[in-house]
T-cell receptor, first 113, second 118 residues
Framework: QQQVKQSPQSLIVQKGGISIINCAYE??????FPWYQQFPGKGPALLIA?????SEKKEGRFTISFNKSAKQFSLHIMDSQPGDSATYFC????????????FGKGTKLSVIP | DTGVSQDPRHKITKRGQNVTFRCDPI?????LYWYRQTLGQGPEFLTY????????KSRLLSDRFSAERPKGSFSTLEIQRTEQGDSAMYLC????????????????FGPGTRLTVL
């Protein structure tokens, strides 16, 4: 059972454009939703995270939008740059009890000049 | 550099051999996690420790897998009688409890150990 579904699988965006990646979750007990960025041969790096008590969080060019009723959240990358080309993973976890992160399958982003 | 480190970075072994990986977390972090990542997939949770206690294990962690964290510092993950299906990237992550100054469940990952079983 895939508890976090991520789309699209791959994404090509022009430099300066907006990259949008979407995730949906099933477990209503999840209350922490991070996004990770992974470059080839490296471990995932935490990019930004949100809790369900807010609907949006912005850090620099990265914004998470969260819709609790729809059980969906998304990552927006504004002014996308070639250096943003990487694989992005959404994840979810509980903050009480189990701390394991449940990841989506990832989105490979390519930003072309 | 005070990030999470893992050793070795790459391991090639023959089917049936035993392998052991090491993870050194960020020094003050009390929680340590192991994940497995196969090509084209997101990391999958294997197990986690709070200090030296192993508090949770995934059903992915078969009897051939064992993890330890003696003295609540570094951790080892051993795979016995390796199978070709064990080929994957093994990732370690660490975090610090909020009551100790950490932020929620902010997990920091190491570079991983890539295992290839021939």
């Amino acid at each position: 059972q895939q508890q976090v579904k991520q789309s699209p699988q791959s994404l090509i965006v022009q430099k300066g454009g907006i990259s949008i990646i979407n995730c949906a979750y099933e477990n209503t007990a999840f209350d922490y939703f991070p996004w990770y960025q992974q470059f080839p041969g490296k471990g995932p790096a935490l990019l930004i995270a949100i809790r369900p008590d807010v609907s949006e969080k912005k850090e620099g060019r990265f914004t998470i939008s969260f819709n609790k009723s729809a059980k969906q959240f998304s990552l927006h990358i504004m002014d996308s740059q070639p250096g943003d080309s990487a694989t992005y993973f959404c994840a979810a976890s509980r903050l009480v009890g189990s701390y394991q992160l449940t990841f989506g399958k990832g989105t490979k982003l390519s930003v072309i000049p | 550099d005070t990030g999470v480190s893992q050793d070795p970075r790459h391991k090639i072994t023959k089917r049936g051999q035993n392998v052991t990986f090491r993870c050194d977390p960020i020094s003050e972090h009390n929680r340590l996690y192991w994940y497995r990542q196969t090509l084209g997939q997101g990391p999958e949770f294997l197990t986690y420790f709070q200090n030296e206690a192993q508090l949770e294990k995934s059903r992915l962690l078969s009897d051939r897998f064992s993890a330890e964290r003696p003295k609540g510092s570094f951790s080892t993950l051993e795979i016995q009688r390796t199978e070709q299906g064990d080929s994957a990237m093994y990732l370690c992550a660490s975090s610090l409890d909020p009551w100790a100054g950490g932020r929620f469940n902010e997990q920091f990952f190491g570079p991983g150990t890539r295992l290839t079983v021939l």
